[in-house]
């Protein structure tokens, strides 16, 4: 499963270099391009691929790490990123949670390892997969759950000042956080 998952990222990286090399909306190109490389993966990897959330997560990341790699904003791209990665994974039959969770997790993560700031990270996910649920015809109120749990829960593995900074961006940036995250603190 492991050598998978790193294909899976490493092709998705590849793909997106070589599809947003040299373009000159990278912004505006994300969404359809990781939604085209998730449906693709989901298609060439068969059944058991839509199980769990690796597959969200595993795509997030070499998306990240190719529109690093070609040197565009990788904050600017992560709305964009979770929106085509959660609405390819869902329209591939993939579960809504499941999609929601490993996305955002894994935007959050790779924001850290990429230098990013970890809250305007937090924000982007989290709009990014709400919408993506809303376009597909999912549950917006469970997306907004999931996504925001998986935020904050991301927050607190990373540790240091990542929790406070998730929380507070979170609660700045997303409608209707607050009151989840204060839910989860009890």
Same mark, same amino acid.
């Given at each position: 499963?492991?050598? $998978?998952?790193?294909?899976?990222?490493?092709?998705?990286?590849? !793909?997106?270099?070589?599809?947003?090399?040299?373009?000159?909306?990278?912004?505006? #190109?994300?969404?359809?391009?990781?939604?085209? $490389?998730?449906?693709?993966?989901?298609?060439? #990897? !068969?059944?058991?691929?839509?199980?769990?959330?690796?597959?969200? %997560?595993?795509?997030?990341?070499? +998306?990240?790490?190719?529109? #690093?790699?070609?040197?565009? +904003?990788?904050?600017?791209?992560?709305? !964009?990123?979770?929106?085509?990665?959660?609405?390819?994974?869902?329209?591939?039959?993939?579960?809504?949670?499941?999609?929601?969770?490993?996305?955002?997790?894994?935007?959050?993560? +790779?924001?850290?390892?990429?230098?990013?700031?970890?809250?305007?990270?937090?924000? %982007? +996910?989290?709009?990014? &997969?709400?919408? &993506?649920?809303?376009?597909?015809?999912?549950?917006?109120?469970?997306?907004?759950?999931?996504?925001?749990?998986?935020?904050?829960?991301?927050?607190?593995?990373?540790?240091?000042? %990542?929790?406070?900074?998730?929380?507070? %961006?979170?609660?700045?940036?997303?409608?209707? &956080?607050?009151?989840?995250?204060? #839910?989860?603190?009890?």
């Amino acid at each position: 499963m492991f050598k $998978l998952l790193s294909q899976v990222v490493s092709g998705v990286k590849g !793909g997106i270099v070589s599809t947003l090399e040299g373009t000159a909306d990278v912004t505006g #190109s994300i969404v359809g391009a990781v939604r085209d $490389l998730t449906v693709n993966t989901v298609k060439e #990897s !068969g059944e058991f691929i839509k199980q769990g959330f690796n597959v969200p %997560a595993s795509v997030v990341k070499g +998306s990240l790490d190719g529109i #690093s790699e070609i040197g565009s +904003s990788v904050v600017g791209a992560i709305k !964009g990123v979770v929106h085509g990665t959660v609405h390819g994974f869902m329209q591939e039959g993939g579960k809504q949670n499941d999609a929601v969770q490993g996305a955002v997790g894994q935007a959050i993560k +790779s924001a850290e390892e990429l230098g990013q700031n970890v809250g305007d990270a937090a924000v %982007a +996910s989290v709009h990014g &997969a709400v919408d &993506a649920v809303k376009d597909i015809g999912g549950d917006t109120t469970e997306a907004l759950k999931d996504a925001v749990t998986a935020a904050f829960n991301t927050a607190k593995d990373i540790g240091g000042n %990542a929790i406070d900074d998730v929380e507070d %961006a979170l609660k700045a940036g997303v409608d209707g &956080a607050d009151k989840i995250i204060d #839910s989860i603190k009890k």
